[in-house]
């Protein structure tokens, strides 16, 4: 059962947003429906030379084969990468290309820690190169992770809803689209990154002037998974604040969008909400004419409650000592994001699950907070979930390597895990 908090406030719903991003007034790129690049370069008039330059042809463009094009080796700029990474197909990321209209969905919006993925302080250290931070700064690497976030697209009897876990400091940016950075320095007219030699800042400056007279864009921009025009619900599982340092910026969406948010929170975790974001608990305390977050808080006890005609069940797990978290279930699914141990009463609540998203910190051990990978194979093994994808991965765990590691475990013993990506969307029934 849910406490409800909040006074009721009965609003029409809101019609289905169709993500598209416009860079100029006739755009060059467009999103699909998971918030990846397709091209439309051709509609430009990019020049035969341009192309040509970076490999690419006027044909290729035409057709839309960007699925394979190479970029010379000599002169390989990060820009020249960055940009091949956002006019490459993503038919095989585009995991809901081919969605029912009835057919629900959950998109990882964020897989990260606290800090997220790549560190700052990985990305300015002269001396030591952190091989993942590295890949992680150009869009479309699998390491680049968000705070641990999902979005659930759920398809009920009153339609289309969204339903998001937790909403930590960066909701923004995997809601909505966000500038191409260099070491997380945005300049919309341009663009500063670190650790790169003069000539090829020079080199990377000339392609995006060159774009420019061609017409293809005045800045590059890109999205790491989804446009999300409206929210209908937040679920937090704690109150740390990579779960609910983007409260605070819900703003956007109430004031813009839509009246207010639901949201559904633990007890002990609104008794914090009311010390780090009491006015928005308690709105009589903000200045006149000040905008805020409206938002209509929910409090959930040990009972399954129901959000948007879809059931959840509190899976209460223990996140450091004597501090409790809280996964849920939705249908078969099974959603553990902060945890570091899983107590003897939660197991039953876990039995016959089909999917399990748990949390897996690092390749070697666990922390005091966090399962670490050995640890979350142990508890997969133990649960025994049809398939099991890991989130919550701090710098250390290589998306590509990892993988190619738990793959092997298939053919060892039959187990179906992977390591989660920002942006990863996953057709389920719900």
Request: proline share 5%; aromatic share 8%.
């Amino acid at each position: 059962m849910v406490q409800y908090l909040g006074t009721v406030r009965v609003t029409s719903s809101l019609p289905s947003f169709r993500r598209q991003i416009d860079v100029r007034s006739s755009p060059p790129f467009s999103l699909s429906r998971n918030g990846f690049f397709s091209s439309s370069l051709s509609r430009k008039g990019l020049s035969s030379s341009s192309l040509s330059r970076y490999g690419l042809s006027s044909s290729s463009v035409s057709r839309n084969e960007f699925s394979s094009f190479a970029l010379p080796r000599i002169g390989f700029s990060p820009f020249k990468r960055i940009l091949q990474a956002c006019l490459q197909s993503n038919a095989s990321r585009n995991a809901d290309a081919n969605l029912h209209a009835d057919q629900s969905e959950i998109i990882f919006m964020g897989t990260g820690t606290s800090e997220g993925i790549p560190r700052l302080s990985c990305l300015t250290n002269p001396s030591n190169k952190c091989p993942v931070c590295s890949k992680a700064v150009e869009p479309g690497n699998k390491n680049r992770r968000l705070n641990t976030s999902l979005l659930i697209r759920y398809h009920g009897p009153s339609g289309r809803r969204n339903i998001l876990i937790d909403v930590g400091k960066y909701v923004t940016e995997s809601s909505a689209v966000t500038a191409l950075c260099f070491s997380t320095i945005v300049l919309f007219d341009g663009f500063l990154h670190l650790g790169i030699n003069q000539n090829e800042t020079e080199e990377s400056l000339g392609f995006m002037h060159e774009l420019e007279r061609d017409g293809v864009c005045h800045y590059v921009t890109c999205c790491i998974s989804v446009r999300l025009r409206t929210i209908d619900a937040v679920i937090i599982t704690h109150s740390h604040a990579d779960a609910i340092g983007g409260l605070d910026d819900l703003r956007d969406w109430t004031n813009n969008v839509q009246p207010y948010i639901p949201i559904y929170v633990a007890e002990r975790d609104f008794e914090v909400m009311k010390k780090t974001h009491y006015y928005l608990v308690d709105t009589s305390v903000v200045t006149p004419g000040a905008a805020v977050s409206e938002l209509q808080f929910n409090i959930i006890h040990k009972e399954p409650f129901i959000v948007n005609d879809l059931k959840f069940t509190p899976l209460p797990v223990w996140h450091g000592r004597d501090y409790c978290s809280l996964g849920f279930r939705f249908g078969n699914i099974c959603y553990i994001s902060d945890v570091s141990e899983i107590p003897e009463e939660t197991y039953p609540l876990l039995k016959d699950c089909e999917l399990l998203i748990m949390d897996a910190l690092r390749p070697d051990r666990s922390s005091s907070t966090h399962f670490g990978l050995p640890r979350a194979l142990e508890e997969v093994r133990k649960i025994q979930p049809r398939r099991t994808l890991f989130t919550g991965m701090m710098h250390l765990m290589d998306h590509d390597n990892v993988n190619e590691y738990l793959a092997k475990l298939m053919e060892t013993e039959g187990l179906d895990v992977q390591l989660s990506y920002d942006g990863l969307c996953v057709p389920v029934t719900l």
